[in-house]
Nanobody
């Protein structure tokens, strides 16, 4: 199983980035997908999750209205569109796959990517 994130980088405050996570080795359409982030010295934080069909999405309070999760099952890829970025969004962003229910708890997820770094500069 491989989950490979891409799209991270350095961006100025107020800018946008689109993260991608390409999955292989799993039947992608049978997994809920999530995005989490972790800043240095902090716990892993829930960012967003999307159901296997794409019909149900949830976003963390700190990113609501600015970030949007989506997926393309034909491309076995999940995306995270990040707008109006703030310095506090600086973190390593991870995608994860959950065979059961992709919720807020990272412990329930079965597979993880290696992460992509996002830095928001002032």
């Amino acid at each position: 199983v491989q989950l490979v994130e891409s799209g991270g980088g350095l961006v100025q405050v107020g800018g946008s980035l689109r993260l991608s996570c390409a999955a292989s080795g799993i039947t992608f359409s049978m997994y809920d997908m999530g995005w989490f982030r972790q800043a240095p010295g902090q716990a892993r934080e829930f960012v967003a999750a999307i159901s296997r069909s794409g019909g149900r999405m949830s976003h963390g309070d700190s990113v609501k209205g600015r970030f949007a999760i989506s997926r393309d099952n034909a491309k076995t890829t999940v995306y995270l569109q990040m707008n109006s970025l703030k310095p506090e969004d600086t973190a390593v962003y991870y995608c994860a796959a959950d065979r059961d229910f992709g919720g807020l708890n990272p412990a329930t997820y079965d597979y993880w990517g290696q992460g992509t770094e996002v830095t928001v500069s002032t």
